[in-house]
């Protein structure tokens, strides 16, 4: 079983970053596939970038271009970071770990991201 523990969320200006950490206390991340998903008020969880444990990446159309997935199996975290932050970016982010043999998908208890002037 993983747990999962999320980091780096606030407050931000429009067309400032944030880097989102998602650490795993306990299990190891090495033979999932790791991926971010955000929440806006009254909306539905949706997919925003995905890293498989190959490495293979894919982005929501959305933040194509402004957000990098990556991980480091050796410390266990995945991180997100966002670069030209718009306030429709506000959200809490969810960090998701999918084993692709057992199904199995844990997440974290998510961290809220606001960007405002």
């Known amino acids: 079983q993983v747990q999962l523990v999320e980091s780096g969320g606030g407050l931000v200006q429009p067309g400032g970053s944030l880097k989102l950490s998602c650490a795993a206390s306990?299990?190891?991340?090495?033979?999932?596939?790791m991926a971010w998903y955000q929440q806006a008020p009254g909306k539905q969880r949706v997919l925003v970038a995905v890293?498989?444990?190959?490495?293979?990446?894919n982005y929501a159309d959305s933040v194509k271009g402004r957000f990098t997935i990556s991980r480091n199996n050796a410390e266990n975290t995945a991180y997100l970071q966002m670069s030209n932050l718009k306030p429709e970016d506000t959200a809490v982010y969810y960090c998701?770990?999918?084993?692709?043999?057992?199904?199995?998908?844990?997440w974290g208890q998510g961290t809220q991201v606001t960007v405002s002037s």
């Open positions: 998701n770990a999918h084993h692709p043999f057992s199904d199995s998908d844990y």
């Open positions: 306990r299990g190891e991340i090495d033979y999932y596939t």
């Open positions: 890293i498989t444990n190959a490495g293979s990446t």
